[in-house]
């Protein structure tokens, strides 16, 4: 059988497809946040335990806008939604661009739509559990003397978001080297002899993603450079498309 892709459709049949799925998404999205958002202050307050554990006894955090008590958890209980609904939402995609892809190209786009879900969700994780417990025991410990530290909930929320999306996408390098790798654009042993430069850019995209602080520049720096090194790793494995298909010719 030849490997070619399936018969292609009209724009319009496409449109529709497109449509149905991103519907499919909007639903299960809506669905996880009304589970979610009847437990939206007590995950508020999960999320910002790495904070407030380090508060002195007398501070807590605070809300310094009328709407921020029901607004703030609100957010957090959406945005945790789309990262909850993340597989599904990637399922759709894959679903979506499958009937147009060859054979070949299906085996190693399913284990990198797996391994980007688990990447993201890692990156997280990892700000979560090592990145926010360093960096706010750093900012608490060095307030000036008679200086309260006091947050506004918005402001954390908004904090923390940013550092969960500069973590989740920096954890995907791999995924990206390995795909302009098997696209043929890059070439491995040429990245990793510009090891020097890329060590420098990690730190400059740490400055530019994180807050001026060195410890989070620090902490996002020096992962991205080891996921630059797996990525490379995995590359040499895969075979690029090109010689995939000189060998299938």
């Known amino acids: 059988m030849i490997d070619t892709p399936s018969s292609k459709q009209p724009i319009v049949a496409h449109l529709l497809e497109m449509r149905n799925r991103l519907l499919q998404c909007i639903v299960v999205i809506f669905i996880i946040f009304l589970g979610l958002f009847a437990y939206s202050n007590e995950l508020y307050i999960y999320i910002s335990e790495p904070l407030t554990i380090h508060l002195p006894a007398t501070s807590s955090m605070i809300a310094t806008d009328v709407t921020s008590p029901f607004l703030t958890p609100f957010k957090l209980a959406l945005v945790l939604s789309v990262f909850a609904a993340m597989p599904f939402i990637l399922y759709q995609i894959w679903a979506f661009v ?6 070949r190209e299906k085996k190693i786009v399913v284990p990198l739509f ?7 969700y890692g990156g997280m994780a990892f700000a979560y559990h090592i990145v926010f417990p360093l960096i706010f025991t ?38 990206a080297i390995v795909i302009l790798s098997w696209m043929g654009l890059v070439n491995p042993t040429q990245l990793a002899k510009r090891r020097p430069y890329v060590f420098v850019i990690c730190f400059v995209l740490g400055m530019l993603l994180t807050p001026p ?27 690029p498309e090109s010689i995939e298909k000189s060998a299938a010719s």
């Open 114 to 120: 797996l391994s980007s879900v688990a990447l993201f």
């Open 213 to 239: 602080d060195i410890i989070s520049q620090t902490l996002l720096a020096i992962p991205m450079w080891l996921l630059f090194e797996l990525g490379i790793a995995f590359s040499k494995i895969i075979k």
């Open 98 to 103: 499958a009937p147009g892809l060859y054979q």
């Open 138 to 175: 750093f900012f608490t410990s060095v307030s000036p003397e008679g200086v309260l530290v006091m947050t506004d909930i918005r402001s954390y929320l908004d904090f923390i978001l940013k550092l969960f999306f500069a973590f989740g996408l920096s954890f995907e390098i791999p995924i």
